[in-house]
């Protein structure tokens, strides 16, 4: 027997109301004059969602002051998709010298983050950037030492917390419901369409993306490092190479040349989305970028299945999976505890319609199972992204559990995937005090 309950609006216990008092995350505080604004980057990321977006929706917060990216074409196809009249740049130091921003995004690729982040934070300028904040030890490492140094910290937009649904679980948990959280089990699925992008370009490589256990899983580490408030401690991980790379029969350099289109299960036309044609197609001739780079290129040295296990400060242990080569797309996550057990079912993309796209259920010890009714979560990354725009750009209340992450969050996440990665080159459990001083 189960008993349906309607939580949407779940803000009750003393622990929960204690937290919910408002934070101003000062970004951008109301009524200020519009603030100079720089991105470094302009690929899809920095020119949609924290571009076009920003120039359409937060006209009187925002100047767009600077565009950088190393491929000049690039920069200003961005400009004119974002549609704004601001210089472009390929020189990053020449754009924080001549255009001085207030707030500088950085949109480029993962690996390299940590110099724009460190450079940004020197000049006094108020950094944001997109995750992973780093992909190696040494990065991380140096961003937490120029913050303190500078005494200029800096948010990294983990935009999943911002998920009506991400927040309802924050709740749950930090009311004491279930009980002190003794473990929890993860398992988060990529399809053969998103899980196979990640192989068409520079994630393939370590050097680019630090594998997806840093590219793709610092925001899965991001959200259970909040929800249980804990820090990991050890992680212990195994990862294969099951389907891409030099497990393809045949290859090519991209889809659009490829003579086995009509045969690979993976072909994907570019052509179809003229905003990526000019973005990248009509630039690639400066950096032989291929964003339709073939999936089964043998120089590709990540994993598509990985396993870990994780242990945190506060005595949780996580079970944790991540696949990309799956039928569906979503996630699997249950939180168990000493009074009971909060399971949830995230559909994200399946061959079927399911009834509903979250399925959230908590089951107490000696009692009956209890659906809870999902907050309404719908936009990008689960409405996540708006919100968490509107947090920053608007200065909009939203309780102190949903304060800006910064960059310990950020740290605390990449360095989950980093030790995890470690620990499969290395055959052995890595700690997360090895990699860096906090
Ligand atoms: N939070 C999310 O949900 C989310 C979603 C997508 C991407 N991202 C992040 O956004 C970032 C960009 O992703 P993307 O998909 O737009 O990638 P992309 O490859 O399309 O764009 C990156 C851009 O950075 C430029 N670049 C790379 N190295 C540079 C350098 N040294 N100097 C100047 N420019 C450089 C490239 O030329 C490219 O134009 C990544 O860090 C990614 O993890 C986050």
């Not at 944001?128 to 904040?133: A, D, N, S």
């Not at 990526?276 to 009509?282: D, Q």
């Not at 996630?331 to 399971?343: P, S, V």
């Not at 996540?384 to 949903?402: T, Y």
Request: glycine share 8%; proline share 4%.
């Amino acid at each position: 027997m189960s008993k349906k309950i309607n939580r949407r609006n779940f803000v009750k216990t003393a622990a929960v109301a204690a937290s919910a008092t408002l934070f101003a995350p000062a970004i951008v505080s109301a009524n200020a004059a519009p603030k100079r604004y720089a991105i470094v980057g302009t690929g899809h990321r920095g020119t949609g969602m924290w571009g076009k977006d920003l120039a359409d929706n937060y006209k009187n917060e925002l100047q767009f002051v600077g565009l950088c990216d190393k491929n000049y074409k690039r920069a200003e196809a961005g400009r004119k998709l974002i549609g704004v009249e601001c210089p472009t740049f390929t020189n990053f130091d020449e754009m924080l010298e001549k255009t001085k921003p207030d707030i500088l995004m950085v949109t480029t690729m993962c690996s390299t983050h940590h110099e724009f982040i460190t450079k940004g934070v020197a000049k006094g300028i108020k950094v944001m950037t997109e995750k992973p904040m780093t992909t190696e030890a040494k990065d991380t490492q140096a961003v937490l030492d120029a913050e303190k140094r500078y005494k200029n910290p800096i948010t990294v937009t983990f935009n999943y917390r911002y998920s009506p649904k991400h927040q309802q679980i924050k709740e749950i948990l930090d009311s004491g419901e279930i009980g002190k959280i003794t473990s929890v089990d993860f398992s988060w699925y990529l399809d053969v369409y998103h899980g196979a992008d990640y192989f068409r370009r520079w994630h393939r490589l370590k050097a680019g993306g630090g594998s997806l256990w840093v590219h793709k899983a610092t925001h899965h580490f991001d959200l259970v490092n909040w929800w249980i408030n804990g820090d990991p401690v050890e992680v212990s991980a195994f990862g294969a190479l099951n389907v891409y790379g030099k497990n393809g029969k045949v290859r090519a350099k991209n889809c659009r040349e490829c003579p086995y289109k009509s045969s690979c299960e993976f072909y994907w036309d570019i052509n179809k989305d003229q905003r990526l044609v000019k973005l990248y197609n009509e630039c690639e001739d400066v950096d032989g970028y291929n964003r339709d780079g073939c999936v089964f290129r043998e120089d590709c040295d990540i994993y598509d299945a990985m396993n870990a296990i994780v242990k945190y400060s506060n005595g949780v242990n996580m079970s944790y999976s991540l696949n990309a080569h799956e039928p569906l797309e979503g996630y699997r996550i249950a939180f168990n505890g000493t009074k009971g057990r909060l399971e949830v079912r995230d559909f994200e993309r399946q061959p079927w319609k399911p009834e509903k796209t979250t399925e959230m259920e908590i089951v107490k010890n000696f009692k009956q199972r209890e659906i809870i009714e999902p907050r309404e979560s719908t936009g990008d990354h689960g409405g996540g992204d708006r919100r968490m725009k509107d947090l920053i750009f608007k200065n909009i209340e939203l309780p102190k559990i949903m304060q800006l992450p910064d960059s310990r969050a950020g740290a605390m996440s990449c360095l989950t995937g980093i030790a995890a990665r470690t620990s499969i080159e290395q055959s052995r459990p890595v700690k997360i005090s090895e990699l860096v001083k906090l």
